[in-house]
């Protein structure tokens, strides 16, 4: 098979660029020119416009609403049987290893005192028990 290679010359493109485009027929079926300018006429996009949206452009995945860090640490505490403080909301703070947790909700065990549920929407912050720091009186 033999396959020729066509190459345009000077010449030929200068020829097409002089050349007067043939006015085009309207998108609604009339042929005569209107009096009104082109911009009211047909709302035209930027041919680079044109251009992309004939190509798909990839948007952006959002990050994901879950990024099981706090369920690794839940989790990872839990195991480990630590001593954590939780502080909530009023500034109340509660002591104790967490037993197990779900969506909304943290069950703390106690020494000598009752265990409770937590409820997350009312924690402030927690720590590990081994963190907190001593107020000394220099």
Request: hydrophobic share 30%.
């Amino acid at each position: 098979m033999n396959r020729k290679l066509i190459r345009t010359t000077l010449a030929e493109v200068k020829g097409k660029a002089r050349e007067v485009p043939q006015p085009r027929e309207r998108q609604n079926g009339s042929s005569r020119p209107s009096n009104e300018p082109r911009e009211l006429r047909e709302p035209r996009e930027p041919r680079a416009a044109q251009q992309s949206s004939s190509v798909q452009v990839k948007k952006r995945i959002p990050p994901p609403n879950e990024t099981n860090a706090e369920i690794f640490y839940y989790k990872k505490q839990i195991d480990a049987h630590t001593p954590m403080v939780i502080v909530l909301l009023d500034g109340e703070e509660i002591e104790g290893t967490i037993e197990w947790y779900d969506r909304g909700a943290l069950k703390v065990n106690r020494k000598g005192a009752p265990n409770l549920l937590v409820l997350k929407r009312n924690v402030k912050y927690m720590f590990k028990a081994e963190e907190r720091v001593e107020k000394t009186t220099a």
